[in-house]
Each structure stands twice: as C-alpha cells, then as structure tokens.
C-alpha cells in the first residue's frame, strides 16, 4: 500500500512537470511578427492574444528589425494613452524574449512615434500553470501549415509524453 502510494506520487509530480512546461509564443505569428500598421489595426494583436493561453514563464517572442521597432513594457494606464514615457521594461533588439514572469495582465507596446496609436500595442493575461484554470488552447488556424510556430514541436512531445504517463499511472493502478 505504501509503495503504491509513494508511485501515484511520483507520476502525479511527473505529470504536474509535463502540464506545467513553458511554452513560446510569436506576437503576431511568424509571417506578420511585431508590426505597425497590422492587418485591421489594434484588433490584430487583440485577436492574436485571443487565440492563446499565457502561462507563467511562458515566453514572447516580438520579432521585429532592430532600430525599426522596439517593445516597451507599460502600465495599463499608459497603455491605453500610448505614453511611452515610462517603461517598465524596454527591449530595443529584435527579436526580444519576453518572459511573462508572474501571473496577471501585462501591457506592451512599440516606443516608435506613430507605431501605437497604428495598432502596434499588446496585452496579455498570464495564468498560473494548473489544470483546471489553464487549459491550453490550439494554435491558431491562420499559422501557414509551412511554418508552424516554433512552439508547436514541444507541444506535440509534451502531449505524447503526457500520454505515455497516463498509461504507466493506469498499469500501476491496477497491478496492485
Ligand atoms: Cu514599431
């Protein structure tokens, strides 16, 4: 009974790592990355963000050419007005690795004059990693099939591994 135990222990800790693996996510998807002037403006990087679920430590990834774009991290207050004044945070080489290192809302934008108020603005909440709350969404339908963001593979393993485990807990469950 003890050594059952101490094994369901043990693949629920193993599954709780597999759940909880960071993923990365491409603003914008890879083809449009972090722009001004998105296709149909503000709403592009909204619907972006629409489509995925942020976990803590997850990463973004802006890609963008340095010295054309940049990412500013901001309060919401600031957000909303487009003043970049104040950053919190401040990448200026593209592509910028931003890991969302908390749960709740975080606020970005583009310092380039202009480049907000055109639409290059994002917002994202961040959940923390556990079953119930955080079920991972499917990436987006309008990722070109060639090029599936980067992502993707460890999602595939991940979901594969999670499988393997599921078997050994049911074979553990009932040898006993
Ligand atoms: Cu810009």
């Given at each position: 009974?003890g050594?059952?135990?101490?094994?369901v222990?043990?693949?629920?800790?193993?599954?709780?790592?597999?759940?909880?693996?960071?993923?990365?996510?491409?603003?914008?998807?890879?083809?449009?990355?972090?722009?001004s002037?998105?296709?149909?403006?503000?709403?592009?990087?909204?619907?972006?963000?629409?489509?995925?679920?942020?976990?803590?430590?997850?990463?973004?990834?802006?890609?963008?050419?340095s010295g054309?774009?940049?990412?500013?991290?901001?309060?919401?207050?600031?957000?909303?007005?487009?003043?970049?004044n104040?950053?919190?945070?401040?990448?200026?080489?593209?592509?910028?690795?931003?890991?969302?290192?908390?749960?709740?809302?975080?606020?970005?934008?583009?310092?380039?004059?202009?480049?907000?108020?055109?639409?290059?603005?994002?917002?994202?909440?961040?959940?923390?990693?556990?079953?119930?709350?955080?079920?991972?969404?499917?990436?987006?339908?309008?990722?070109?099939?060639?090029?599936?963001?980067?992502?993707?593979?460890?999602?595939?393993?991940?979901?594969?591994?999670?499988?393997?485990?599921?078997?050994?807990?049911?074979?553990t469950?009932?040898?006993?």
């Amino acid at each position: 009974m003890g050594q059952l135990r101490k094994n369901v222990a043990i693949i629920v800790a193993m599954i709780m790592i597999v759940v909880t693996k960071a993923e990365e996510h491409i603003v914008g998807g890879e083809s449009i990355g972090w722009t001004s002037y998105p296709p149909g403006g503000a709403s592009f990087y909204s619907n972006w963000a629409s489509n995925h679920t942020f976990i803590v430590n997850d990463t973004l990834v802006f890609k963008f050419e340095s010295g054309s774009h940049s990412v500013a991290e901001l309060t919401k207050n600031n957000y909303e007005k487009c003043d970049k004044n104040e950053k919190i945070e401040f990448y200026v080489i593209g592509p910028a690795r931003v890991t969302l290192n908390r749960a709740g809302r975080f606020y970005f934008s583009c310092t380039f004059s202009g480049h907000c108020s055109s639409g290059q603005k994002l917002s994202v909440e961040v959940v923390t990693g556990n079953f119930s709350s955080a079920p991972r969404k499917a990436p987006s339908s309008s990722t070109p099939p060639s090029l599936p963001p980067s992502g993707s593979s460890a999602s595939v393993a991940s979901t594969t591994f999670s499988i393997f485990i599921t078997t050994i807990t049911f074979k553990t469950l009932f040898q006993f």
